[in-house]
């Protein structure tokens, strides 16, 4: 299972987030790529995922269905570490999520052979096990190529700084979340330099302390009954 570290910055406002969005587009070393995402979170009915601190997520972007599994991911000041497991899903499988999204519940899925396999959880899920989905999100992600010199990093060194505007469906003022990712194993050592480009922008922003996820989970238990119907 992979290790994935990314710097993760939230920007307040949608203002910032166009602010944030042109500055990236002037810095673009190569094309900038827009993918409109779902991202289905899934668990089984008591929850015995979120017990191993694990989300399963199925995203549908693009033409293709991508399932994804993270354990125990590690946040803190902005930086997060977690273990990732990925594999696209069989045409047929993919085929279904990307026609009909499934239903809210009684989703099966081949849970016992693959999240079993590789010590992808601590305790695998038995046979019989289901999946139920618990709700989505909605994404637009803005993928831009940015030479890393800018940032900290050596010169010729591409990163692609990542900027999401997420829509959860509800939550008041937290019903959308934008968010500047990049994903490098020098994350850490880059923040410095991204948050100083940041703040030349003159945008408000700060430092996550929570996933989408966990602010998926946060939302759906606030409005009860959301999270199924997202």
């Known amino acids: 299972m992979a290790t994935e570290t990314e710097l993760k910055l939230l920007l307040e406002t949608l203002d910032d ?16 790529r827009e993918s409109r ?3 289905y979170y899934l668990d089984t009915v008591d929850r015995s995922l979120l017990r191993q601190h694990a989300m399963v997520r199925v995203r ?6 991508l399932l994804t599994v993270k354990v125990k991911p590690r946040l803190q000041g902005g930086v997060i570490e977690v273990a990732e497991h990925e594999r696209s899903l069989d045409p047929d499988h993919a085929a279904a999520w990307l026609a009909t999204p499934p239903s809210r519940t009684g989703l099966a899925f081949d849970v016992a052979g693959w999240l079993g ?16 989905v618990l709700g989505a999100m909605h994404n ?8 890393g010199a800018r940032w900290g990093l050596a010169a010729g060194e591409r990163v692609v700084a990542e900027l999401d505007r997420a829509h959860y ?11 500047l990712e990049i994903e490098h194993v020098q994350a850490a050592t880059m923040q410095p330099a991204v948050e100083a480009w940041l703040a ?20 759906a238990e606030r409005h009860a009954g959301w999270g199924a119907l997202a």
């Open 37 to 39: 995402q779902v991202n």
């Open 169 to 179: 469906g509800a939550g008041g003022a937290e019903a959308e979340r934008f968010e």
């Open 200 to 219: 030349g922008l003159d945008v408000a922003f700060r430092r996550a302390e929570e996933t989408k996820y966990a602010q998926f989970l946060r939302l």
């Open 140 to 147: 637009t992600r803005r993928k831009v190529p940015v030479d």
């Open 17 to 32: 987030y166009a602010v944030v969005l042109r500055a990236l587009q002037g810095m673009a070393c190569a094309e900038v």
């Open 117 to 132: 396999a590789g010590g992808v959880l601590a305790q695998p899920l038995p046979a019989e096990a289901q999946l139920q």
């Open 60 to 65: 549908v972007a693009d033409g293709a269905a």
